[in-house]
């Protein structure tokens, strides 16, 4: 297996401009997280899905963040507007139902500018 | 209130030179507690889960151990390609979000190990 896959690895924007983050976790895991990492607040969870239904959102930051999973095999994160505030890395990640340990992507570095 | 707390935040060691991670937590009702391993520029790499006190784990030079208010990382005769920051999860009910069980990270341990 490939691992979990995100695209892309690097993007820079300017401030106000829609930003669309994707990921394909791994194939048979039903859990698909994305995770917010900066310096100051560490790795932070967004939101969370469960055989493609969002389960908890309580971790995006405002309205202007959304999250879509609509197939088992692909989702996307996006924001809109986007703020120099929202620069930071996102992680997706997967696991099974067992939740024992989760696989993780290599990240998006988001730097809005 | 961290539930979480890893330190030291920052080690430097020598080759060779052994020493441990903590990771303390606060939570009730302790499902599971994971170490990771993050290298820059990558994501989390999952090392070892725990599930109960006096439970251990080893792989290659790392060996995790778990009581009930904390987990320790120990890291025995290091080489530079240890370097990494080192993550701790726990997984428990959380009720900010409805009891789930979705871990909370610790914000790791950066540990740099000179030849």
């Known amino acids: 297996d490939a691992g979990v896959i995100q695209s892309p690895r690097h993007e820079v924007t300017e401030m106000g401009q829609e930003v669309t983050l994707r990921c394909k976790p791994i194939?048979?895991?039903?859990?698909l997280f994305w995770y917010r990492q900066t310096m100051m607040r560490g790795l932070e969870l967004l939101i969370y899905f469960n055989n493609n239904v969002p389960i908890d959102d309580s971790g995006m930051p405002e309205d202007r963040f959304s999250a879509k999973m609509p197939n088992a095999s692909f989702s996307t994160l996006k924001i809109q507007p986007s703020e120099p505030r929202d620069s930071a890395v996102y992680f997706c990640a997967s696991s099974d139902p067992q939740g024992a340990g989760y696989t993780f992507g290599s990240g998006t570095r988001l730097t809005v500018v | 209130e961290d539930q979480v707390t890893q330190s030291p935040e920052a080690l430097r060691l020598q080759e060779g030179e052994s020493s441990s991670l903590n990771c303390s937590y606060t939570?009730?009702?302790?499902?599971?507690l994971f170490w990771y391993r993050q290298d820059p520029g990558k994501g989390p790499e999952f090392l070892f889960t725990l599930y109960s006190a006096g439970e251990e784990k080893e792989k290659e030079r790392l060996k995790a151990t778990l009581t009930k208010k904390e987990s320790f990382l120990h890291i025995t005769a290091p080489k530079p390609e240890d370097s990494a920051t080192y993550l701790c999860a726990v997984q428990a009910p959380n009720p900010a979000s409805g009891g789930s069980y979705i871990p909370t990270f610790g914000r790791g341990t950066s540990l740099i190990v000179h030849p």
């Open positions: 194939s048979g895991h039903d859990y």
């Open positions: 939570v009730s009702g302790l499902r599971g």
